[in-house]
């Protein structure tokens, strides 16, 4: 079965610094990854995925992620945060079968961005 | 783009009562739909996956008696909490997957519900 795992709970960065938030998987054959944003009360936004293609996949409101194999990861970056950045966010990760429903989220990573 | 919504947005609601949240995609048809619940500063746990005609698959440990789900359209399912306890009280947010041809092949959230049972 597939599995992430967010190994920071919390990230604080200044306004302007880049950011980093870091996601690791586990699944057999090739993963299909995922990372959502969770804004106060609110549901998940999707902000980028990776399927196939170019290990750097670009997303919304000017995050990037880097896709990699060796290492298992797919950590969400950001040249110069905001303090709109601020939210709450998850890695997600689905197995690529056909048929396949079944994604699993990591425990999420709170990103403070301070002025 | 591909919007989810879900309503209400927030309800409260007496213990021993029953309280229904209807999930929407509404630029999408969606034959498959999911159900997760949120605990305060936690991650999503998935509770069920809603399939259009069928009967819902319940994860582990969800009460299928408590948590009624009905996907009677491709752009409609329902999350019925019956005789509801304050233990049930959380946030609820609903899932539904883009599969298009053509499409993106993700799953959209909804804005979420926030059930408090007093």
């Known amino acids: 079965a597939q599995s992430v795992a967010q190994p920071e709970d919390q990230v604080n960065v200044a306004e302007g610094n880049p950011l980093t938030v870091k996601c690791t998987y586990s699944?057999?054959?090739?993963?299909?990854l995922f990372w959502y944003v969770q804004y106060p009360n609110r549901g998940l936004q999707f902000l980028l995925k990776?399927?196939?293609?170019?290990?750097l996949v670009k997303g919304s409101y000017g995050f990037e992620a880097e896709f990699n194999k060796s290492q298992t990861s797919f950590h969400l970056k950001k040249p110069s945060a905001l303090v709109s950045d601020s939210a709450l966010y998850f890695c997600a990760v689905r197995a690529p079968l056909a048929n396949n429903n079944d994604m699993r989220f990591g425990a999420g990573t709170r990103l403070t961005v301070k002025p | 783009g591909a919007v989810v919504s879900q309503h209400p947005s927030w309800v409260i609601c007496k213990s021993g009562t029953s309280v229904k949240i209807e999930c929407r995609s509404l630029?999408?048809?969606?034959?498959?739909m999911f159900w997760y619940r949120q605990f305060p500063k936690q991650s999503l746990m998935l509770m069920a996956t809603?399939?259009?005609?069928?009967?819902?698959?319940?994860e582990q440990g969800v009460e299928k008696d408590k948590f009624l789900i009905n996907h009677a359209s491709l752009t409609l399912s329902t999350l019925t909490v019956t005789s509801a306890h304050p233990e049930d009280s959380s946030f609820y947010i609903c899932?539904?997957?883009?599969?298009?041809?053509?499409?993106?092949?993700?799953?959209?959230f909804g804005p979420g519900t926030r059930l408090t049972v007093l």
């Open positions: 809603s399939n259009e005609g069928s009967k819902a698959t319940y």
């Open positions: 990776y399927i196939t293609g170019d290990n």
């Open positions: 699944v057999s054959g090739n993963p299909y």
């Open positions: 899932s539904a997957r883009d599969r298009r041809v053509g499409g993106t092949d993700t799953q959209y």
């Open positions: 630029d999408f048809q969606a034959t498959t």
